[in-house]
């Protein structure tokens, strides 16, 4: 039998994805229910009481779109999706499928990218979740739905996944932000994925450095997963790896020491921004202490709070600050 796979093809199509969404969901339903054997697209037709023309240009779609893997064959007529892509069922209690609402809604103001797959995921909690939370399930699916797309950075994103999950290397195009845009191919094994800073960066082992890097999503151009199968080490820990970082980037940690003038004490002392931090107060201001990797993280964090924090130690710590208000004040004066 002569199966072909969804080629996931970078360029997107147009084709109204808010209008159709909610069809092309009971499609991949559909072709889920019906399993390894797939189903004919004349049956298929059928099913969702749609023409047989509609359907095979709702595989293309799909396949343009990045919106589900899926086989067809072309001889026999059939189709189906891939079944190695999903997971087995799994029962949730409200409160637990709230807790996964509540983190995607974490993911969407983070990425303010459309995702076909975290936008297939607000469609299932929506069905699953009682009326009032429905509702607003529904708002956000809808959110999500009008958001720009990214279908390249989705489909690399996903390919990487899958690379992590099945333990198989994969080859990647990068593009260096600080080599003049220079691209080099580079052989990786993904040990983690972190959300932060409006991205996903790929924690995972280069061969071509012999160690652990951190690579931004977007500027991997082109994934391919290879044959070859690895094993995350033992000693591999990606909280430990990140614990000196105050985001997602790595430096020798140092003693900072901050002080919070009272103006903002109950802003800022109202959350932990490091695992490190200790909170000491003195009069009515609040001293804040971190043992954390200098970045410009955490530089742009202390000058986002402008006059209500200043920073007592390190020196040279304190010395960057004072030269970035210093430019700051030449271009706004």
Request: with cysteine; aromatic share 12%; hydrophobic share 35%.
């Amino acid at each position: 039998m002569a199966r072909t796979k969804s080629s996931k093809e970078n360029e997107a199509v147009d084709i109204t994805i808010k209008e159709s969404f909610y069809k092309l969901e009971a499609f991949q339903a559909t072709l889920y229910a019906a399993g390894e054997k797939g189903l004919k697209v004349s049956e298929l037709a059928k099913k969702l009481d749609v023409s047989s023309k509609t359907i095979k240009r709702w595989l293309d779609s799909v396949e343009k779109n990045n919106i589900f893997a899926f086989w067809y064959d072309e001889d026999e007529g059939t189709c189906g999706v891939m079944m190695d892509q999903y997971l087995p069922p799994f029962n949730l209690k409200t409160t637990q499928a709230l807790y996964i609402f509540l983190a995607c809604r974490l993911l969407i103001n983070s990425y303010n990218r459309y995702d076909p797959e975290l936008s297939s995921l607000f469609y299932q909690l929506s069905n699953s979740l009682p009326e009032t939370i429905r509702k607003e399930v529904d708002k956000t699916l809808q959110l999500c739905l009008e958001m720009p797309r990214n279908p390249s950075l989705v489909h690399n994103t996903e390919l990487l996944a899958n690379a992590w999950f099945k333990g198989k290397s994969a080859e990647i195009t990068y593009k260096s932000a600080t080599s003049g845009d220079s691209v080099t191919k580079r052989t990786i094994d993904v040990y983690f994925m972190q959300p932060s800073h409006k991205t996903t960066y790929i924690i995972a082992f280069c061969h071509l450095a012999n160690d652990i890097r951190i690579f931004k999503s977007e500027r991997i151009e082109t994934v391919t997963i290879l044959k070859d199968e690895y094993t995350i080490p033992e000693s591999f820990n990606a909280d430990s790896y990140l614990s000196n970082a105050w985001g997602i980037m790595r430096e020798k940690p140092e003693f900072v020491k901050i002080r919070v003038y009272k103006e903002a004490v109950p802003f800022i002392t109202e959350t932990l921004w490091h695992k490190s931090q200790t909170t000491t107060s003195e009069n009515e201001d609040v001293i804040l202490t971190f043992n954390v990797g200098i970045t410009s993280e955490l530089i742009n964090w202390i000058m986002q709070w402008g006059e209500l924090v200043e920073v007592l130690e390190p020196t040279h710590l304190r010395n960057t600050i004072k030269e970035k208000i210093k430019k700051l004040s030449e271009i706004y004066r």
